[in-house]
Every structure is written in C-alpha cells, then in structure tokens.
C-alpha cells in the first residue's frame, strides 16, 4: 500500500487546502446517505453538504460510487504486516504494523503486546510514548494482553512470563503519553484494589485469558473492569450452575466484549448466540491479528514456536490457536453474512462502538462535522477496501 505522505508517515499532517469527497455514497455512523459530500479542512470534517453544491477553492476527490464510511477501530491487534509488536518495540515496527491493517480499513488500532517480561513491557511503552508523542497515523493507544493471567487459561502466552502483578506495573501502565491505555487481565489472579486503581486512573481494564468464577468475575466488574476480551476464547464455557465469567458478561448490560467472528475462535452460532444475548452495541468486533494479516507471510515466530496460517487460521503445528489472521473488513462481512446483523450495524461494531469503549466516539466512528476525517472507502461489489483516510491524508491499496 502506497500512502500520499512524507517518507516519514509519522510526520505527515494533513493539507490545509480543504477537500471535497463527492460521488460517492456514505454511511455516516447513523443511517446510509445519498446525495451528499463530506468537506475535510484540516484533517477534520468540516461539513456534510449537498454534492451538487458549488465549491471554490476545494480540491475534489471523486469517489466513484462507492460507499464511504468511518474508518474502522481495532482495539486488539498483536501484528500485522509481516511484524510482531512483541518482535520490536519500535516506531518503525508500529507504523508496519499501522500500514499493514489500513489496507482493509483500520484507521484507528490499539497495537496489542502480549504476555512477556517487564523489561520487554518497559519498552513498549517507551516505543508507544514516541508513536504518540510523533503523531503516528492510526496509533491512538496501546493494549497490554497479560501477563497477569490464569495459568490454566493462558492459550500460547508463555508460561514463563505469566505472573503476579510485577511490582511498579501501576506506575507503567498510567505513565502519560501513551494515548489510550487498555489491559487485559485475569480478575482472580489481581488484587482487587489493583484494578480499582486502574480503572480510577483512567485505563481501559478488560478481563481475559481468565478461570473467573461468576463471583470473581462480577467482583472484578465492581471493580472497575469495563470490559471481556475475544468473549468465549481462552475462559471456561458457561454452565447450568456456574455461569462464569461468559453469564458474568451477559448479565452485566454496561460490559463490552470483543468479538473474534472468524469462524475458528467462535462457530458462527455461538457468536449470533452472543448478539441473541448481548445485543450489538456494547460488542466491538476485534481481529486479534497477528503477523501474517497486511503481508505475503504464511507463518511466523511467536516465543520460538513457529505459527502457521491455513485457511484462515492461524495456529501450532500441533494445533493450538495462535491469534487470528483475520482483517477488520473480513470482520464486518462475516458479521453480516454469517451473524446476519444489518450491514449499518455491522459498521458500527467495527467502528463507533469501539470508539465508544475508548472514549474517543466525539473524535471518530462517525462521518459528521468536527469529527476527525477517518473514512474507509468500501467498494461494495466485491467488498474489497479500496483507499482509507487518516486526519485528512488519504492512501491507496
């Protein structure tokens, strides 16, 4: 994917001639939109205006019919583009990684780094601080997966890195100048003070790769936990007479979950099984992905192990899921086609309600004045992504 940018992306902002997106046709978070235009001034949308109306000073971008809608967010993505987070802390492996999910319509993601040493958790924060602190497109947050985890429910998260709460992890995660901080952790595994300190502070806590019986996980929930991470994945079913964290989540109106619609983390039924108790507006369709998603690999290093990607599915040789090698758009479809939830509302779960649980929803999920201009543009023939914009600069796949 070529962006129209400077060579350092991270540098780009936007033009401040005003642009004029016409001919096309928009969701705009709400309802589908004919016969409109969406003005950009500044990296923002300006204004919605009718599309026959007369522009002086505007640079027109002709959207060929297609259908225009607000850029997706991604609360959970470990890699893409052929990198690991986990691989590299860096500016560098993060804007590979931003790149590699654009082409299918991420504007905004949360780079996930999962379970590993506290050093190697130091320098991820270090690498987010500078992303953010450079204005790196589509990196509004970081999301750290573990370590703090129930050993039974830990998946491919190393063994030798799940532990107690490292002493100082307070002081990491509410470090300023990392955007929007989310952490995933199990609620019986964490002292319950840890988590009210948190969520006090203003970070995200969800729980996942958890054993929390439904007292634990309602406790937790009390807490201050506002969310459950790939709902279903990595904690124990829900039963007749323990509901688990899963009854938890359904019985807790306010508790996002996110949602991994692959077909491989959920049966498909399991997942409508989820709407059918949920509803849409507190779920937030997530990838999970790792490496392969953005890139020509067909597998990869986690940890030492080497993860291979087949038909859609990423795991061990033995088996074992490892992430996903699902993309955002692929999302939306598959939420469609296969949950069959309305195209709009679909769009939503991939874009304003995860805005929502960041607390960015007056910034983005949302084509409308004084929004940021993140728009993903959809060619609904083949559902294919065909160009994305982030504060105004736009880029080609």
């Not at 923002?44 to 971008?61: L, N, P, R, V, Y």
Request: net charge negative.
């Amino acid at each position: 994917m070529v962006f129209n940018s400077s060579p350092t992306s991270s540098k780009t902002v936007a033009s401040s001639v005003a642009t004029l997106l016409r001919n096309g046709r928009i969701f705009d978070g709400t309802e589908f939109v004919e016969g409109k235009a969406v003005l950009v001034e500044d990296g923002k949308i300006s204004a919605i205006i009718d599309d026959g109306a007369s522009t002086q000073d505007c640079q027109i971008e002709d959207l060929g019919g297609k259908l225009l809608v607000p850029g997706f967010v991604d609360v959970q993505v470990n890699g893409g583009g052929g990198m690991m987070f986990n691989d590299e802390q860096s500016v560098d492996a993060l804007e590979t990684i931003a790149n590699g999910h654009r082409k299918f319509g991420t504007t905004t993601l949360l780079p996930t780094f999962i379970t590993d040493s506290f050093s190697q958790m130091q320098a991820a924060s270090t690498a987010m601080r500078h992303a953010i602190g450079q204005g790196l497109p589509g990196v509004r947050g970081v999301h750290f997966e573990g370590p703090y985890f129930s050993m039974e429910r830990r998946g491919v998260h190393a063994e030798q890195f799940v532990r107690s709460v490292d002493e100082g992890a307070f002081d990491l995660f509410t470090q300023t100048g990392m955007g929007v901080v989310l952490v995933t952790l199990a609620p019986e595994v964490v002292p319950v003070d840890f988590v009210t300190r948190l969520s006090s502070a203003g970070i995200r806590v969800c729980a996942g790769h958890t054993n929390a019986t439904y007292d634990q996980a309602t406790a937790g929930f009390a807490a201050g936990i506002s969310g459950v991470t790939h709902l279903y994945n990595a904690m124990p079913p829900i039963m007749n007479r323990e509901p688990g964290i899963i009854g938890a989540a359904y019985d807790n109106k306010d508790i996002y979950c996110g949602l991994i619609v692959d077909g491989h983390h959920l049966h498909h039924a399991t997942a409508r099984t989820v709407i059918a108790c949920k509803g849409t507006s507190r779920i937030m369709l997530v990838t999970d992905a790792m490496a392969t998603v953005g890139s020509n690999k067909s597998s990869f290093n986690l940890y030492g192990t080497e993860i291979f990607a087949k038909n859609g599915r990423l795991a061990t040789k033995e088996g074992k899921l490892a992430g996903s090698d699902l993309n955002m758009m692929d999302a939306v479809r598959l939420t469609r086609d296969e949950l069959g939830v309305d195209f709009g509302e679909a769009l939503r779960m991939a874009s304003l309600y995860p805005a929502t649980y960041l607390g960015l929803n007056d910034q983005i999920g949302k084509i409308a004045a004084g929004y940021d201009a993140d728009f993903a543009l959809i060619d609904e023939a083949t559902d294919q992504v065909v160009r994305t914009w982030i504060k105004g600069v736009g880029g080609n796949s």
